[in-house]
């Protein structure tokens, strides 16, 4: 189960930190990335985190200005986004994945969380 914490409103330029925490205690053995979906649109990769290695992947969208990374000891990931724009508005999901290679597509993840709202006014 992975269950996702952290969204909200805030204006364009603020900045907001996503959480997901796993109950697996096998946490450590997934890749875990975090995608997103706007209304009436498709759910868009934004970011992902090899599991051990902890090398990451971002969306051109948002790299320079998001960073994921992770905390096996408390079965966490993290999506810290920094000059959010109203443009990063959506739902955000965190999935965790048992791909051989880091995954970039929502095909190759294994296991959602159930969402949650980050709303950038502006």
């Known amino acids: 189960q992975l269950v996702e914490s952290g969204g909200g409103l805030v204006q364009a330029g603020d900045s907001l930190t996503l959480s997901c925490t796993a109950s697996?205690?096998?946490?450590?053995?997934?890749?875990m990335g975090w995608f997103r979906e706007a209304p009436g649109k498709e759910r868009d990769f934004v970011a992902s985190?090899?599991?051990?290695?902890?090398?990451?992947a971002y969306a051109n969208s948002v790299k320079g200005r998001f960073t994921i990374s992770r905390d096996n000891a408390k079965n966490t990931v993290y999506l810290q986004m920094n000059s959010l724009k109203p443009e990063d508005t959506a739902v955000y999901y965190c999935a965790a994945s048992t791909a051989i290679t880091l995954p970039t597509t929502s095909s190759s993840f294994n296991y959602w969380g159930q969402g949650t709202q980050v709303t950038v006014s502006p």
């Open positions: 985190i090899r599991r051990t290695t902890f090398s990451t």
């Open positions: 697996k205690s096998t946490f450590h053995g997934y890749h």
